[in-house]
């Protein structure tokens, strides 16, 4: 159901005191514009729409088919008391009571005013506590949000520096290995690769070779250096 075109007519009235005859009349405008005002409904009537073949095709193109009209009185009876809120300006001879400016709300009330300011005023208080409520839930959710990205961020930094820590560990160990590697690697006899050097060849000097290897070579022994004849063997005691 959507409202296709709405006409709103108003009859103005005026407020009269209660007491016959103080003479004092206020003119009321717009009084649609008003809030708190009920009206009474007096009349309600549908109307529905009769609709010929063009009308059918040009509903069906437009996409909306009117149903028909609705029409509504309401009115305010004779002798309601009426409690007005708004502006009031002096227009020649009459007094006139308008909507205020600058969006100010504008009340038309059959409460009387103590009530309506009571009303108006647990409204707001209801707005106030609405927005309190609402300030804490914001701050809390902006805590727990903010506590869990400290958190993972920490968690994070915590991974990251263990994620470091170990490389360097892996890389100190490999650097050590490498060494301890290179070291055996000097040390090993030049023939076999695998044995330690163990003896020191005469006249030439070199150290290059385990005494199994030395044994193994074939004669006349040469070193495998220098290629100078081996005239003597000293063993050589590592301490
Ligand atoms: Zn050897
Ligand atoms: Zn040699």
Redesign the pocket.
């Known amino acids: 159901k959507k409202i296709i075109h709405q006409r709103t007519n108003t009859t103005p009235f005026d407020l009269v005191p209660q007491e016959e005859g103080a003479g004092v009349t206020v003119r009321v405008m717009k009084p649609l514009d008003a809030t708190e005002l009920s009206l009474e409904t007096v009349y309600e009537k549908f109307h529905p729409s009769v609709q010929s073949f063009t009308d059918v095709i040009g509903h069906y193109i437009s996409g909306e088919r009117p149903k028909g009209i609705q029409e509504t009185e309401q009115m305010l009876k004779v002798g309601t008391a009426l409690t007005g809120v708004g502006e009031l300006v002096l227009d020649s001879t009459t007094i006139k009571l308008q909507p205020p400016k600058q969006g100010m709300p504008y009340y038309l009330s059959t409460m009387d005013f103590n009530s309506l300011l009571q009303k108006q005023e647990s409204n707001v208080r209801f707005w106030k506590i609405l927005t309190v409520l609402f300030g804490f839930a914001t701050c809390a959710v902006l805590f727990f949000v903010l506590r869990k990205q400290y958190r993972h961020q920490r968690e994070r930094r915590h991974l990251k520096q263990m994620q470091d820590e170990f490389r360097q560990a892996q890389e100190r160990l490999m650097r050590e290995r490498n060494a301890e590697g290179g070291e055996t690697l000097r040390n090993a006899?030049v023939?076999?690769l695998s044995?330690t050097k163990s003896c020191v060849f005469l006249e030439c000097g070199h150290i290059c070779?385990?005494t199994?290897?030395y044994q193994a070579l074939p004669e006349p022994k040469t070193c495998p250096m220098c290629r100078q004849a081996i005239s003597r063997l000293v063993p050589l005691y590592n301490s």
């Open positions: 006899c023939v076999c044995n070779s385990c199994g290897c």
